[in-house]
């Protein structure tokens, strides 16, 4: 049974990057059939996906936040990585790591982390 | 503002039956399958539904799901106090590759 874990500063300053790093256990991130995923949950609001990584490299973001966004992977640690460039206090949210299963015809996240609350504030 | 479009409450008596609508468009719901998950207070989301209907082992069959064009649908019998909690639907959106969106969600309150 796959387990995820959000780890990283729950404090970060306007302008400057979020960075947050998912380490999976009872599986591995080189896993074909996921797609490392990031979502967001802003405080009394709903899910916003941010993005998602595959094995091969490929990443798909939100539109919305494409030009900030990078996430990667770290096969040697078994983690994957969430990097937000130049936030505001609008990027102030829960942010969740989970597995989003591949090729299916709805979007299937099994397993979610418990999440990790991230504020932005100087 | 959320894509897919989702009542900001339900509200129900225990041992009721309640509906959560999720309506979108042709390029999400229209060409898509539906997802469903539920977040009890204070925990991360639980996958309830995929693929319209289809429920995930441990799931009981109180939850059921359907989807008809635009429109899916969450079904919950037998309310318990257990069942309070947001519930969101999830879709891709077929103008880019692997894009998920979600409804905006829905509290349901057990009365």
Redesign the interface.
């Known amino acids: 049974q796959l387990q995820l874990q959000e780890s990283g500063p729950g404090l970060v300053k306007p302008s400057e990057t979020l960075s947050l790093t998912c380490t999976v256990s009872g599986g591995s991130v080189s896993d074909r059939t996921y797609?490392w995923?990031w979502i967001r949950q802003p405080p009394g609001?709903?899910?916003?996906?941010i993005g998602?990584f595959y094995f091969s490299g490929n990443t798909?973001y939100?539109?919305s936040l494409q030009s900030r966004v990078t996430i990667s992977v770290d096969r040697s640690k078994n983690q994957f990585s969430l990097r937000l460039s130049s936030v505001t206090a609008a990027d102030t949210a829960v942010y969740?790591c989970?597995t989003?299963k591949v090729g299916?015809?709805?979007?299937?996240?099994?397993y979610?982390?418990?999440?990790r609350l991230v504020t932005v504030s100087s | 503002q959320?894509v897919l479009t989702q009542p900001p409450s339900v509200s129900a008596a225990p041992g009721q039956r309640v509906t959560i609508s999720c309506s979108g468009s042709n390029s999400n719901i229209g060409s898509?399958?539906?997802?469903w998950?539920r977040q009890l207070p204070g925990?991360?989301?639980?996958?309830l539904i995929?693929?319209?209907n289809k429920r995930?082992s441990g799931i009981p069959d109180r939850f059921s799901g359907s989807k008809s064009g635009t429109s899916a649908t969450l079904g919950i019998t037998g309310l318990q106090t257990g069942d309070e909690a947001d519930y969101?639907c999830?879709?891709?959106d077929s103008r880019?590759?692997?894009?998920?969106?979600?409804?905006?969600?829905t509290k349901l309150t057990v009365l």
């Open positions: 797609y995923a609001k709903g899910l916003e996906w998602s798909f939100n539109p969740f989970a989003l299916m015809t709805a979007p299937k996240f099994d979610w982390g418990q999440g | 959320s898509n399958y539906v997802s998950y925990t991360a989301p639980t996958l995929y693929d319209n995930p969101y999830g879709t891709w880019l590759s692997a894009y998920v969106i979600f409804g905006g969600g």
